[in-house]
């Protein structure tokens, strides 16, 4: 087990004070077996009217922070603290039925995961669903962990990884004709690669622990991360971080999941004024590690 501190502060400056619409945090990590919230902190500047949470389609955790006052600066700052418990539930937790590839999701359950299994971007000449099949051995025997942990690692090898400032994530078949893209847009090509595979993915959001900042060769820290998720009958769902080549929870630290990224933008929002009044913004995410002290009453 393991405790992570997380802070992320993102702050938005303008030339002249604005003021503001309603914004829309995806800060809060998800609780479950694996990792465990502690506690967490919002401050906002200027002070917020309100802020309400709620709980999106998918249970994410949402704060929706409603500001009146006129300002320069916006400036969002959250803290967590989290218990975390690194797990890859892989072959030998499949249900044996998964554990050859391809197979069939239980009748029931393929119902509530029609809408990840469905492709989501256009690709008429199927170049996702054929850069996907090289990966699938012709063997009856195929096995679907070795297919996916293959899938994740070719997108590490062979992709560049680049920190877009543009908004938004390429789509799928962008990404594999460039070669290039950000962690979002890698996690979104695994997910439109297994659909066309027939498996059920959904794309996560949250951070990543970088043990050595300096020195690592893991991509993605210093700001939001993103990878995606594959659902294996017995495992669940499995986490795979294209970006990185990491399969499970290893140094993933989970805030929200979605259909679609479009849907789990961790932070959004709008001001009124005119696109010359917007000055400049800044992100800064800082994920470290703890003692944790009552490791040894745990069990």
Not at 35 to 51: E, K, Y
Not at 84 to 105: G, I, K, R
Not at 162 to 187: I, K, M, V
Not at 241 to 262: E, F, H, M, S
Request: hydrophobic content about 40%; overall charge negative.
């Amino acid at each position: 087990m393991m405790i992570f501190s997380v802070r992320h502060i993102t702050a938005y400056r303008y030339k002249k004070p604005v003021s503001f619409g309603q914004h829309r945090l995806m800060f809060r990590p998800r609780d479950s077996f694996d990792q465990t919230l502690l506690n967490c902190s919002l401050d906002v500047f200027p002070q917020p009217d309100s802020v309400r949470w709620i709980h999106d389609v998918f249970g994410n955790c949402i704060a929706l922070i409603d500001l009146s006052a006129e300002s320069a600066e916006l400036r969002f700052e959250t803290s967590i603290r989290l218990d975390h418990t690194a797990h890859v539930p892989l072959d030998l937790e499949m249900d044996v039925q998964a554990f050859s590839f391809p197979f069939a999701y239980d009748a029931d359950e393929a119902i509530d995961l029609e809408r990840t299994i469905a492709r989501h971007y256009a690709d008429p000449d199927d170049e996702v669903g054929r850069w996907a099949r090289q990966f699938v051995p012709f063997s009856p025997t195929a096995r679907t962990g070795h297919v996916l942990m293959t899938l994740c690692y070719a997108i590490r090898e062979s992709f560049s990884y680049s920190r877009r400032s543009e908004h938004g994530t390429q789509t799928p078949l962008e990404t594999l004709r460039l070669r290039n893209g950000s962690c979002r847009d890698f996690a979104l090509l695994m997910m439109e690669a297994a659909r066309s595979l027939g498996l059920a993915a959904r794309f996560v959001t949250g951070y990543i622990y970088v043990p050595d900042r300096d020195g690592s060769v893991t991509l993605g820290g210093g700001s939001t991360h993103a990878w995606c998720q594959i659902f294996l009958p017995g495992a669940g769902w499995v986490e795979f971080d294209p970006t990185n080549g990491i399969v499970g929870n290893r140094d993933l630290i989970r805030v929200g999941v979605a259909r679609d990224p479009r849907q789990a933008i961790p932070l959004s929002g709008s001001y009124d004024g005119g696109p010359l009044d917007f000055d400049s913004m800044q992100v800064q995410v800082n994920v470290v590690t703890e003692p944790d002290d009552n490791a040894a009453n745990r069990w």
